[in-house]
Each structure stands twice: as C-alpha cells, then as structure tokens.
C-alpha cells in the first residue's frame, strides 16, 4: 500500500508539473524522445530498507528531481532542460531550500546512453559530477 500511495503521490507531481510548464526544449535527433519519461535511480544504490527513492521526470524541455523518504519529500530541484541525442543539460532554476542554496542557478551537462530500459548519465556541474543509472519507470 505504501508503494501504490508513493506512486500515487509522483504521479500527481508529474501531473502538476507537466500542466503548469510550457515546453520550450528544442531538440534536432530523431532519438531525443528518448529521454522523456519518469525515471528511478538504481545506481549509485540507495540503502537497502531505507525506504527512500528518487525519480526524475523530464518532458520537452523541463525536469523534476524528486528524493523522497517514505512518503516525504525531503529534497527537490527542477528546471529547464535540453537534449541533443548525446548531451542532456539541465539548467536549475528551483528547489527545496536545503538545495537551492547549492545548485540553484547551475547548468548540469551529462553524457546520456540508452540500453533497453536503461538510461546512462556521466557528467554534472563544475562542483559535482555525477555516474549513474536510471531505469525507466513509465
């Protein structure tokens, strides 16, 4: 139940968000529809019973992060963003307090590949680079 309630819960979320952003991304390869869904990070792994995921939502042209813990959530960012086929770049406009104060107003480019339901990420700020893998949820 507390599964369905969690899922229940960023599907909401995803709804706001895609009803209360206009789509500004352009994008020129024919596979950069590729990157638009709802995402689950599954490495680096979260601790085991922790009860904590994270999950992205990206559409034409703008993003959400979303950490949560139980049904809380404890940290979130979002902005515009960008993907040529190759390099996803998203631009931080808003967040949580506890990460506005970091990442607010930088620019993260990430190298992207895609195997099956699988989307690679490598790259990240000039303060923090980031290696993981997302797995496609919707």
């Known amino acids: 139940m507390k599964k369905r309630s969690f899922w229940i819960t960023v599907a ?24 638009i869904g709802v995402w689950k990070v599954i490495s680096p792994r979260l601790p085991e019973n922790s009860n904590q995921n994270r999950i992205k939502i990206i559409t034409k042209g703008h993003f959400i992060w979303i950490h949560t813990l139980g049904n809380k959530v404890v940290a979130s960012l979002g ?50 680079t980031f290696n993981e893998i997302w797995e496609r949820v919707e």
């Open 79 to 128: 902005g515009t963003c960008t993907f040529d086929g190759e390099t996803y770049t998203e631009n931080i406009e808003y967040g949580t307090p506890n990460m506005n104060s970091y990442y607010f107003g930088e620019k993260s480019a990430f190298k992207v590949k895609f195997e099956d339901n699988k989307m690679y990420i490598n790259g990240g700020t000039e303060k923090e």
């Open 12 to 35: 909401c979320i995803a709804t706001l968000f895609c009803v209360s952003v206009s789509f500004s991304g352009t994008n020129s390869k024919d596979n950069t529809d590729q990157i």
